[in-house]
């Protein structure tokens, strides 16, 4: 009965910790290889104190394995089930476009709209059916609401504001971020050396688009 509470605690801790590392990785803003490190420690943690339980009990080998493999797949359920019901960043709309920046040429515009609309923007077009699905939805949602604070470019310009950034992350590559295209995301976003010489070029003939002079 005594091992048996241990186990019961040692889940209910891991389901704990499993949904305050993924939500509180989205909040504090916390790179997702940091959270998923996060996550992935505490599990680990988890199967040890499980797999010690299980020895403890005298219940070796694969028969003592399965039981802690399948244990813990049952916290791996009901932790996603459990993160679901959290009324938190689910909101995938675009506000209304107020100020669009004189665009030099269309196909500056067309860059633009490939390669940062997806963050910057009120255009955004939300990914399918996984942008609703936490904790994924979490982190998209999260990527546009600081995208469009650092910049938005359907409200731009607005009170006189110049962007003196977006022609420097571009020639440092910065943007698009590599977390916007890896594993073949976006690949629409992923502009040819000479589409990013086209593109600088016209952001440095459209109106409001400086560059920091006292840069290297």
């Excluded at 791996?76 to 959290?86: D, E, N, S």
């Excluded at 607005?158 to 594993?183: A, H, N, R």
């Amino acid at each position: 009965m005594f091992h048996h509470s241990v186990r019961l605690a040692v889940l209910a801790v891991t389901l704990t910790m499993l949904v305050i590392g993924l939500i509180g990785g989205v909040i504090i803003g916390l790179h997702p290889a940091v959270t998923i490190l996060l996550v992935g420690l505490i599990a680990s943690l988890s199967v040890v104190l499980l797999a010690r339980d299980e020895r403890r009990d005298g219940r070796t080998g694969p028969q003592g394995t399965f039981s802690i493999v399948v244990r813990f797949g049952l916290v791996a359920i009901a932790t996603f089930a459990v993160i679901q019901l959290v009324p938190y960043r689910r909101d995938h709309s675009n506000s209304v476009i107020t100020s669009e920046p004189a665009w030099a040429t269309p196909e500056t515009r067309e860059l633009m709209v490939r390669a940062c609309f997806g963050c910057h923007s009120n255009e955004v077009k939300w990914p399918g059916w996984y942008s609703s699905v936490a904790p994924i939805s979490w982190a998209v949602t999260r990527h546009v609401v600081e995208g469009r604070d650092e910049v938005n470019y359907s409200e731009f310009g607005l009170d006189g504001w110049l962007d003196d950034d977006t022609i420097e992350v571009i020639l440092e590559g910065e943007m698009p971020p590599f977390s916007y295209t890896v594993f073949g995301l976006h690949p629409e976003a992923n502009l040819a050396d000479t589409e990013v010489d086209h593109f600088v070029a016209g952001l440095r003939n459209t109106s409001g688009f400086t560059e920091d002079e006292d840069e290297d």
